[in-house]
């Protein structure tokens, strides 16, 4: 199918061998690409029960149609395996260039099997592809392991992991060009088990578009519903902007998610930022936008360097309100250390605010003080380097709770709770329990910005506070995150509003580009066949819907702010959570036979045991 090179890059690092992974043209036309590719890779290699660490767990780099095409908001990539943390496969998402250039590689992805018995790092250079000892970039931070490969191959993109991911740290993410992050699910910890430092990517092969002309037209008019007002607030703030409007909202997770509004909340947001320590502003392929922050300054005699990029929202709520943290500066360096060491920003500000809370109940030896930042930047050292109490957090935030016999860990299904407060946007709360990736708010409903779909019959006014009425519509909101993330698309871009519905002209997009014609309810069903593909194997991996839920914490009311009194009780988010099951058309294991049939799934009737 147009759009698509129809191959990716099958490298099996244990036998050192790369040969070429055909994609059946049935799953194209069914997946589209992205996720949906990536999920059916690993649905038909793996049985389910494999461990994220091992040599037999598979790592998928993958792109979609609109990847190395220029259009905005396709400076995307997706990269996909059983993470450390689930135990299932999950998916994360990352920006930048890598994705544009993997996109024009020959491959539509890379595949990597087994695990090398000696640090490696691959390439894919106008073609080809080779893997290549990584002995003396071992042990190296990602911004010299960039600056070194890209002295050897100019002009390439780098995925690499650091210290954190070699270290097999739970919360290790895939660090691009020294500042994009594949984060959230651990699979940094993955590369370093198979022992891979870097995929190093160069390419200039075009793809086959189906009309060339059209697609011209259509991305030339695409561009300028960008450059306006609204668009140039997020350019000029990054998504930072949000920061301080949350904390008035009283949905800005503060004090390890005791509270929602954090008094200081504008000496950490964009504002600020943009007027003291920020630098420049970086983009992705295609993108005029420009909401990537750059920052230089100091904290503790450190340097903040611009080459590491500068903290956006979820990493300034996570080492900011999250620890009653109100210095920028050193949000900034323990951000620049996350980049270098390679450590998800959410997943440490998540632990570091555990810490912090365990300190104050006398759980710690050594005590670690709120609002303390020359304490979350040495966690941050800790951690990447098991140096500590860091050796304790590195094997999972659910496995220190245990060992410290606490209940105020904020993950599920072991995977930390980003900077969203499900109080103050309820429907929020049935996305949170039910994702096969754990907590996630990228593909997630989120109730004071509800998307405004005319042809879908979301009409966009709903009670934030209530459950009520939400489960069909989180459905919706889902299935459509998950046709960008097919595609794949920046949240950002495709985000609609009352005067501006972007999602005809997607679809016009991908027409000319892959030639596929797709109706409003066809659209949705290519989404919610790819997120079904992601919740049959956390199926095989054991979860039931008895997995679902919410931490004990959200059951109480916030105590202050514009979101307080609104606790999410454990039996009415049980309703909603059967009821979305029956808009899924799933049972307790996960989509029903019928269900699979229904979405053009026949072949993978049978590989759940329902027991």
């Known amino acids: 199918m147009h759009g698509n090179f129809g191959r990716y890059l099958d490298v ?11 994609i059946p043209i049935g799953w194209l036309s069914l997946h589209i690409g992205g996720r949906g590719i990536a999920a059916r890779i ?27 095409t220029g259009i905005v908001g ?27 250039e993997l996109g024009r590689s020959g491959y539509d992805g890379i595949i990597i099997r087994g695990a090398a018995s000696g640090p490696v790092y691959l390439s894919l250079i106008d073609g080809e592809a080779d893997v290549h000892s990584a002995v003396d970039l071992w042990g190296i931070g990602t911004g010299e392991t960039v600056g070194r490969l890209r002295k050897h191959y100019p002009q390439a993109r780098v995925a690499t992991i650091g210290p954190a991911g070699e270290n097999l740290v739970q919360m290790a993410c895939i660090i691009h060009d020294g500042t994009r992050a594949a984060g959230r699910p ?3 910890a993955v590369m370093g088990a198979k022992r891979l430092k870097a995929i190093v990517v160069r390419g200039h092969e075009g793809k086959p578009i189906h009309d060339p002309e059209r697609l011209k037209q259509e991305r030339s008019q695409y ?12 350019g000029k703030y990054g998504t930072a902007s949000g920061l301080v409007p949350l904390s008035e909202q009283g949905i800005l997770p503060t004090k390890n998610f005791q509270e929602g509004s954090f008094a200081l909340a504008e000496n950490i947001g964009g504002e600020r930022m943009h007027d003291t320590i920020l630098v420049g502003r970086e983009s992705c392929a295609g993108c005029p936008i420009r909401c ?32 009653l943290n109100d210095d920028l500066d050193s949000i900034a360096l323990a951000n620049q250390l996350c980049n270098d ?29 709120w609002g303390d930042g020359e304490a979350i930047v040495g966690l941050v050292d800790k951690i990447a380097n098991r140096q500590g109490i860091g050796e304790r957090v590195a094997n999972g935030l659910e496995f220190l709770a245990t060992q410290l016999g606490a209940e105020f860990n904020m993950t599920i299904k072991g995977v930390e709770i980003p900077m969203h407060e499900p109080r103050g946007k309820q429907g929020l709360g049935i996305s949170y329990s039910t994702s096969p990736r754990g907590a996630t708010h990228m593909e997630a409903n989120h109730d004071t910005a509800f998307e405004v779909n005319p042809e879908l019959g979301v009409e966009g006014d709903y009670d934030r506070f209530t459950l009520a009425d939400k489960p ?7 299935d459509l995150r998950s046709f960008d993330n097919s595609l794949i698309l920046c949240a950002f871009t495709s985000r609609s509003s009352d005067d501006r519905y972007r999602y005809p002209h997607i679809r016009s997009l991908l027409a000319a580009v892959t030639g596929q014609e797709l109706s409003p309810r066809e659209m949705l069903r290519v989404g919610e066949r790819n997120y079904a593909l992601l919740r049959l194997h956390s199926a095989r991996c054991g979860y039931t819907v008895e997995q679902d839920g919410l931490p004990r914490r959200f059951t109480e009311p916030l105590p202050s702010g514009a979101s307080a009194g609104h606790p999410i009780k454990g039996e009415t988010l049980d309703k909603a959570i059967r009821d979305y099951y029956r808009e899924r058309g799933y049972d307790r294991f996960g989509p029903t036979d019928e269900t699979l049939r229904r979405l053009g799934l026949e072949d993978c009737v049978g590989l759940i045991e329902r027991q």
Do not use: W
């Not at 920052?295 to 990029?309: D, I, M, Q």
């Not at 500000?349 to 030896?365: I, Q």
């Open 292 to 323: 990537k922050r750059v920052v230089e300054t100091s904290f503790a005699g450190r340097k903040v360097l611009t080459r590491f990029g500068g903290p956006e929202y979820e990493t300034l709520a996570a080492f900011g309100s999250l620890c």
């Open 341 to 369: 060491y390679g450590l998800d920003t959410i997943s440490t500000g998540v632990a570091t605010a555990f810490l912090m809370e365990a300190s104050e109940y006398g759980l710690l030896d050594d005590p670690i003080r």
């Open 12 to 22: 099996d690092l244990t036998e050192r061998k790369i040969k070429d992974y055909e």
């Open 42 to 68: 690993l649905v038909e290699e793996l049985k389910g029960g494999e461990d994220a660490l091992s040599a037999e767990n598979i790592l998928v780099f993958a792109t979609g149609p609109f990847q190395g």
């Open 223 to 234: 561009v300028r519903g960008f450059i306006d007002d609204e668009m140039k607030e997020l």
């Open 74 to 100: 396709a400076g995307r990539h997706v990269v996909m395996g059983i993470s450390p943390k689930t135990n299932s496969i999950c998916d994360s998402y990352c920006g930048g260039y890598f994705g544009h």
């Open 472 to 478: 069909g519509v989180v459905k919706i909101q889902e």
């Open 186 to 188: 651990g699979l940094g």
